[in-house]
Nanobody, 122 residues
Framework: QVQLVESGGGLVQAGGSLRLSCAAS????????MAWIRQAPGKERDYVAA???????YYTDSVKGRFTISRDNAKNAVYLQMNSLKPEDTAVYYC????????????????WGQGTQVTVSS
């Protein structure tokens, strides 16, 4: 198993930036595909970005060019740099881990953190 703890959320004005961090503990972190997933109020969870165990990255269309996912296997951590934030980015952001399956399919992620709130004011 792996345990995930997110940090770095907060309140920011539109156009601003935040960097989310996810600290992992447990089994070998480098074996996992990692993702950031968000849930806005009253909506379902949506995939935002993912990074494979070997560093390939994927983004949902709405964040391409604004968000960057990265990982540091030596620190057992994954990050989400969010720039040019918009009010529609407001959500709880979750870090999740998967050992296989489709990189963009939420049900393939077996391990989830508790989430961190990101609020973007207009």
């Amino acid at each position: 198993q792996v345990q995930l703890v997110e940090s770095g959320g907060g309140l920011v004005q539109a156009g601003g930036s935040l960097r989310l961090s996810c600290a992992a503990s447990g089994r070998t972190f480098s074996d996992y595909n990692m993702a950031w997933i968000r849930q806005a109020p009253g909506k379902e969870r949506d995939y935002v970005a993912a990074i494979t165990w070997n560093g390939n990255t994927y983004y949902t269309d709405s964040v391409k060019g604004r968000f960057t996912i990265s990982r540091d296997n030596a620190k057992n951590a994954v990050y989400l740099q969010m720039n040019s934030l918009k009010p529609e980015d407001t959500a709880v952001y979750y870090c999740a881990a998967s050992t296989g399956g489709l990189i963009t399919r939420l049900r393939d992620y077996a391990y989830w953190g508790q989430g961190t709130q990101v609020t973007v004011s207009s």
